[in-house]
């Protein structure tokens, strides 16, 4: 079943936060914080860390039960009630990039091999930025790509476990120490894809060169595109939030 919506955040975070600081808040404090909001708005959680070399090094994803989760007053309310600790690795941070994505085209566009489990998800995840050329025409032709071909071809790809594809709803925040204010800060692409495997290195593979090489993905990926950007992450730690008794 694919969420309302999504949360990603992007974290850097620099040399002026401990590093066993960081994480005990992040995994004790700031998560449990949105899984304890009424109503289940949080319904889990995933961390990743980069396994690419690049930054941001920390990703993690939420899964909202509401398409406006991020605007209930129960959510904003936290921003007004940080802890001295929290506030203090927030003002520390080298980056911290917050959006919200929905379900892209007009039908969730994804697929997970038989047996998956939510709560396992795959070790490695291929996040895969697409920025598309203006226009409605070329946003239906990615769903079309998507749909009739690339996802049955990703599935061919040796230890593929799942795949998604969102939109970007919303950009909550982009900033920290590392982030220079007087530059205008680039859009999130429009379109987010993000891929589970077993081993990236099935990437090199000719299932996978094929899924890329096909007619149709070239044309998508030069000239329906203008954009792309990928990334690699490995799974850190998950949270399933239980529903709540009423």
Same mark, same amino acid.
């Given at each position: 079943m694919?969420s309302?919506a999504?949360?990603?955040v992007?974290?850097? !975070?620099g040399s002026?936060?401990d590093?066993?600081?960081?994480?005990?808040?992040?995994?004790?404090e700031?998560?449990?914080? !949105?899984?304890?909001?009424?109503?289940?708005?949080?319904a889990g959680?995933? +961390?990743?860390?980069?396994?690419?070399?690049?930054?941001?090094?920390?990703?993690a994803?939420?899964d909202? =039960?509401?398409?406006?989760?991020?605007a209930?007053?129960?959510?904003?309310?936290?921003? $007004? =009630?940080?802890s001295? +600790?929290?506030?203090?690795?927030?003002?520390?941070?080298?980056y911290?990039?917050?959006?919200v994505?929905?379900p892209?085209?007009?039908e969730p566009?994804?697929?997970?091999r038989e047996?998956?489990?939510?709560?396992?998800q795959?070790p490695?995840m291929?996040?895969?930025?697409?920025a598309?050329?203006?226009?409605?025409?070329?946003?239906?032709e990615?769903?079309?790509?998507?749909?009739e071909?690339?996802?049955e @071809?990703l599935?061919?790809?040796?230890?593929?476990?799942? $795949?998604?594809?969102?939109?970007?709803?919303?950009?909550l $925040?982009?900033?920290?120490? =590392?982030v220079d204010?007087?530059?205008?800060?680039? %859009?999130p %692409?429009? /379109?987010?894809?993000?891929?589970?495997l077993? @081993?990236?290195?099935a990437?090199a593979?000719?299932?996978?060169?094929?899924?890329?090489?096909?007619e149709? $993905?070239?044309r /998508?990926?030069g000239?329906v595109?203008?954009?792309?950007?990928t990334?690699?992450?490995?799974?850190? +730690?998950?949270?399933e939030?239980?529903?709540?008794?009423?």
């Open positions: 694919t309302p999504n949360l990603f992007f974290t850097e !975070r002026a936060i590093e066993a600081v960081f994480e005990d808040w992040y995994d004790n700031h998560i449990p914080l !949105r899984l304890n909001l009424p109503n289940n708005l949080f959680v995933t +961390r990743w860390v980069a396994a690419d070399g690049k930054t941001p090094y920390h990703l994803l939420y909202l =039960s509401l398409p406006d989760a991020t209930q007053p129960t959510y904003v309310a936290l921003g $007004s =009630s940080r001295p +600790r929290e506030v203090d690795i927030l003002a520390k941070l080298a911290l990039d917050r959006r994505y929905a892209f085209g007009r566009i994804g697929a997970k047996g998956y489990d939510e709560r396992n795959g490695f291929v996040v895969v930025e697409l598309v050329k203006d226009g409605p025409e070329n946003e239906a990615v769903e079309r790509w998507y749909l071909e690339h996802l @071809d599935k061919k790809i040796p230890g593929w476990v799942r $795949s998604r594809v969102w939109r970007v709803k919303e950009v $925040s982009v900033w920290g120490t =590392s204010t007087s530059v205008p800060q680039k %859009a %692409a429009k /379109i987010v894809a993000l891929h589970e077993e @081993d990236p290195a990437l593979g000719p299932e996978f060169q094929h899924a890329v090489g096909t149709f $993905s070239k /998508i990926l000239e595109t203008c954009g792309m950007e990334r690699l992450f490995k799974f850190l +730690r998950g949270w939030n239980k529903p709540q008794e009423a």
